[in-house]
């Protein structure tokens, strides 16, 4: 599922929603790693920031 863009999502869950449902439900699924983005600061330095896939940011928004 790597390199899956927002605007992809709809159409590949039309294929796989019954396997992502099926591993929601028995409690299995796993979420992918979540990608490091390094953001710099307006005063300088830097700080880390999590992006995670689109599938897992939207599990996240439906739970929450």
């Given at each position: 599922m790597g390199g899956l863009v927002t605007h992809e999502l709809r159409g590949w869950l039309r294929q796989h929603w019954g396997q992502v449902r099926e591993a929601l439900d028995a409690g299995t699924y796993q979420p992918q790693?979540?990608?490091?983005?390094?953001?710099?600061?307006?005063?300088?330095?830097?700080?880390?920031?999590?992006?995670?896939?689109?599938?897992?940011?939207?599990?996240?928004?439906?739970?929450?």
């Amino acid at each position: 599922m790597g390199g899956l863009v927002t605007h992809e999502l709809r159409g590949w869950l039309r294929q796989h929603w019954g396997q992502v449902r099926e591993a929601l439900d028995a409690g299995t699924y796993q979420p992918q790693p979540v990608r490091r983005v390094v953001i710099s600061k307006p005063g300088g330095g830097s700080r880390n920031l999590g992006v995670p896939t689109v599938l897992d940011r939207l599990i996240q928004q439906a739970i929450a």
